[in-house]
């Protein structure tokens, strides 16, 4: 074999030279899964303390990660809590990267019971900390790894900015792992709670959708809460019926999917007593010949937020089009929140929805409970491979499931 031998071959060191470019040439800057560097992370030093590179778990009990993300015995980079005072932040920042970058994915770890805050922030070169934060999670999350993408859309070129912020007490160690940028859109995932994450609404159909906190302006329609956080914090996306006509349909149009897209899935809230239709679509050309909706609902279905996954089909270019329909009242307000677009198939079959109703927070993102298997090409590119057997929804908490039933979705009548 060519490798017990490499040292004494000049051939093989040269194919492991150009390996290890083409390698290298994969690796987009900014990538890193801390395994042996901080690939140029540097620690800020205005901040309260510093980020610590770790491997196995941390030094406290009930809190941080017990392994790396990446390969299960690698490192990772975590917020040591013990010895910090409440509020302490800091801040982890990333190799300035290029103004094309669209796409930050990375893998979080937040678990103690007085676990805070982990948010991240973009920083313009030149310009100053702080803006408002891309993405944020608060609180326990469980003894798990859960992957987060974010959709970047910064003007100039520019640096990302990990912040840790300290909770209570010692039981609040926040670990990340597996960070990568990609030129691509992320995809379509969104919880909506910082931004619209490149959705955009349609401006050929009758009206928009409307991002809102807390309930709408009508009463007896619409959630009280978002889903992500289950609280008047977090955001969702909803179609405001009043002033409305009947019929009057608004899209929102999801930025171009990954190829390897094969699952959505996203959670609506549709409660109103003339609460009329929520379609989905997968679309080549955005809002023009929709064709057949890969997924639809028809009336009002309590207010409870539910869980929908659809399998999606094959194919380069695709986006995704939500398309919500007035009914014959004010008394119609649909709401979605918390798309996620998986590369593992559903599991499922074709339109169906999980009568899975969540009346606590839930979190979009994926996660595992073991070392991920997708290691090394987590930080080779955006199309990350999730271990499908492994990926729990971190939905366990507080999930009441009606009945346990899969509901047949209403087809389109229209
Ligand atoms: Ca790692
Ligand atoms: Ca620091
Ligand atoms: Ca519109
Ligand atoms: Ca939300």
Known sequence: MCWTVFLRNVNCVMLGLVFAHLWTLSMQQGDCDFDTTLCGYQQDNTDDFDWTRQQGSTATTNTGPSFDHTTGSGYYMYIETSRQERDDVARLISPTLPNNIRCLEFWYHMYGDH????????????????????????GDKGDVWQRA?????????????????????????????????????????????????GYQQDNT???????????????????????????????????????????DVARLISPVL????????????????????????????????LGTPIWSLTGDQG???????VDLAAGSNLYLVFEGVRGSSFQGDIA?????????????????????????????????THPATA????????????????????????????????????????
């Open 115 to 138: 676990t805070e805050e982990l948010k991240v922030y973009t920083k313009p070169t030149g310009s100053s900390l702080p803006g408002d934060p891309i993405w944020s999670k608060t």
């Open 336 to 368: 979605i929140d918390d798309i996620s677009v998986r590369t593992t198939s559903c599991g499922g079959s074709i339109g169906t929805t999980t009568a899975t109703a969540a009346v606590t927070p839930t979190t979009v993102a994926e996660s595992t």
């Open 205 to 247: 159909d009758d009206f928009d959708w409307t991002r809102d906190q807390g309930s709408t302006t009508s009463s007896g329609t619409g959630p009280s809460s978002d889903h992500t956080t289950g609280s008047t914090i977090g955001s969702y996306m909803y179609i405001e019926t009043s002033g409305q006509q009947p019929r």
């Open 149 to 197: 993408r974010v959709h970047l859309e910064v003007s100039s070129d520019f640096k990302v900015v990990f912040e840790g912020v300290r909770g209570t007490s010692y039981r609040g160690d926040i670990a990340i792992d597996d960070v990568s940028f990609g030129t691509t859109p992320c995809g379509g995932d969104c919880d909506f709670d910082e931004n619209l994450c």
């Open 258 to 289: 990954s190829t390897d897209s094969k699952c959505l899935e996203f959670w609506y809230h549709m409660y109103g007593e003339s609460t009329e239709e929520l379609r989905v679509y997968q679309s080549s050309t955005g809002s023009s010949q």
């Open 303 to 309: 207010d409870v937020w539910y869980n929908a996954t």
């Open 375 to 414: 290691a090394a090409e987590t930080t080779a590119s955006l199309q990350v491979t999730t271990p499908a057997p492994t990926t729990q929804r971190a939905t366990t908490e507080g999930v009441t499931t009606l009945g346990g039933t899969t509901t047949e979705a209403v087809p389109s009548e229209r």
